[in-house]
């Protein structure tokens, strides 16, 4: 595989991933039991290292989402691809994403979501790219704001592939 260079090292995540996880562990002293909602595929690393420093009763829900985009871009066409096995009404619920881009995803998914009455949902995205923002989506907890390069690696892929990275990379063109 060949190596894109890196933008963040796995030092720099690590770091940054267990700043979130005692922030979210913090905020949520009062939830009876937090339901941490995966968007597969693309955060399933993150996911996996940031429920390691929530240090709360939680239960773990994926959800699979599939933008439809030609290459690296995002149509707003959204389809769910994967569903929740359990209902959250009345619970409170945090999605974990991989990168707020357009934003578009994580509209479609917040107004899904409101549909079956949680009590609340916030919002833990690993990266942010505002430069290629169309909708304004409000981020509870970020790990990075980045310039607009398209990155690959800790569970990101470019057509499938680079999601084993251990680091985030930047794709060269
Ligand atoms: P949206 O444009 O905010 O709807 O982004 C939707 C999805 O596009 C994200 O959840 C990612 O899966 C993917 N995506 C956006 N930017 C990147 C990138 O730089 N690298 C890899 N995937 C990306
Ligand atoms: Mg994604």
Excluded: W
Excluded at 133 to 161: P, W
């Amino acid at each position: 595989m060949k190596k894109p260079p890196a933008l963040l090292s796995t030092d720099v995540i690590q770091a940054r991933v267990a700043e979130l996880g005692a922030a979210i562990t913090r905020d949520h002293q009062d939830s009876d039991e937090l339901v941490v909602v995966p968007i597969l595929k693309g955060s399933f690393l993150f996911a996996a290292d940031l429920i390691r420093h929530i240090d709360l009763d939680l239960s773990v829900e994926f959800l699979g989402l599939r933008s439809y985009g030609a290459g690296t871009e995002s149509s707003g066409v959204v389809q769910i691809t994967y569903d929740l096995t359990q209902p959250i009404t009345g619970r409170d619920v945090l999605v974990v994403e991989d990168i707020v881009d357009t934003g578009l995803s994580m509209r479609y998914l917040m107004e899904n979501l409101a549909t079956r009455q949680p009590r609340s949902v916030k919002l833990c995205s690993l990266l942010h790219k505002p430069a290629r923002s169309r909708v304004k989506i409000a981020i509870d907890y970020l790990g990075f704001t980045i310039e607009d390069r398209f990155v690959v690696g800790y569970g990101l892929d470019y057509a499938e592939k680079y999601r084993n990275l251990p680091y985030i990379g930047v794709l060269e063109a």
